[in-house]
């Protein structure tokens, strides 16, 4: 349940609402019963194949009501789904360093109820009812290991085909979020790791993610700002081939630590991690308003641990965003054009000290 209340002020753009007192009423109810089940079959001696399966069925009821402002009542909403997913992952041990292997999947995300959907009253009744998700995919990768654990790489191939996609969109009318069907779209692309251990306590890792995401079947979707605010702005735009939102083409991480014996039964640690991202769309209608910009964060910590008796104690002094990055983690579309943000945090330095107790 939830309840809501609020005065409309003349920062909303018409002295038409002025001082209305809005009131918004919900509710929802959600029951899911589910059973899975899952296998290892050793084909061979050096195939595997691991499968799982799961079925869940999910009965969804509630209703929405708003008075005062752009009146609506839904009426009582009832959604009932029976949502699969199942996995099989083929693994060859062509070596005892090698592992090559392949992974297929689907599953069925829940659906759900717009109980606070302010685009209602125009898109209708059937907005309010938003369809499980639906995904397919596949991942073809290796994982290998070198000079007895010393240098390990991973790298994998993936492809997934999501229908149906479940986002938010922003009504402007009502000024409030719901949910959306946002058609389908492909996601593929190719991840790697490295990770080095050259010493005792050395370790470095790099990882990264060169990403491809479109949009395959979004040919009604909601129009951003600089298209919509324009004259004779069409009722909605094309998507088709167009990134997805929050899909950075490029990604990736390095990381460093090394621990040492202090003194004693004192070990200490020092590490780093710097993790950079491209740009990347903050909604869904891809607005060049809400362009997020590429960014890189360091983070770098040190430390102590051991033991006391039974017990065990550690100290950790941390840095986050050590070089006072300042960059967007989210930028999303507001009325009227406008665009609002939340900025990460700047430089944080912390302590952290910790007691295991035990018996």
């Not at 002094?317 to 999303?332: D, E, G, H, P, T």
Request: charged share 20%; net charge neutral; aromatic share 14%.
């Amino acid at each position: 349940h939830y309840y809501d209340n609020s005065d409309v002020t003349t920062w909303y753009g018409s002295t038409t609402n002025t001082g209305k007192y809005v009131q918004r009423f919900g509710k929802l109810n959600d029951n899911v019963v589910s059973l899975y089940a899952n296998s290892t079959w050793h084909l061979n001696n050096q195939l595997d194949l691991i499968t799982g399966l799961r079925g869940s069925y999910e009965k969804k009821t509630g209703s929405f009501k708003r008075i005062n402002k752009s009146d609506f009542d839904s009426g009582i909403l009832s959604q009932t789904e029976f949502l699969p997913a199942a996995t099989a992952s083929l693994n060859w041990y062509a070596t005892p360093n090698i592992t090559p292997y392949l992974t297929l999947a689907y599953a069925e995300k829940s659906g759900g109820l717009n109980v606070s959907s302010g685009a209602a009253s125009k898109a209708g009744t059937d907005s309010l009812y938003i369809d499980p998700e639906k995904t397919s995919s596949a991942e073809l990768g290796i994982k290998t290991h070198w000079l007895q654990h010393k240098v390990e790489w991973n790298t994998a191939l993936f492809w997934s085909e999501v229908r149906d996609f479940q986002t938010t969109a922003y009504d402007e009318e009502s000024q409030s979020s719901y949910l959306i069907n946002a058609g389908k779209y492909r996601s593929r692309g190719v991840e790697t790791q490295l990770s080095v251990y050259p010493t005792d306590g050395l370790s470095l890792a790099l990882n990264g993610t060169l990403l491809d995401t479109r949009y395959l079947d979004f040919t009604n979707a909601k129009c951003p700002a600089e298209v919509s605010l324009q004259p004779n702005a069409p009722a909605t735009c094309d998507l088709n081939g167009k990134r997805v939102f929050s899909s950075p083409q490029l990604s990736w991480n390095a990381r460093a630590r090394y621990e040492w014996n202090a003194f004693g039964n004192v070990q200490a640690f020092v590490s780093g991690q710097y993790s950079w991202r491209s740009w990347s769309y903050g909604t869904v209608d891809d607005s060049a308003f809400t362009r997020i910009p590429s960014y890189g964060v360091l983070n770098v910590s040190t430390g102590l641990n051991g033991k006391q008796g039974s017990n065990a104690w550690h100290v950790s002094l941390w840095m986050q965003n050590a070089l006072n990055k300042s960059y967007y983690r989210v930028i999303k579309a507001g009325d009227y054009g406008s665009a609002f943000g939340q900025l990460a945090d700047g430089r944080l330095i912390g302590l952290t000290v910790g007691w295991d107790f035990k018996g």
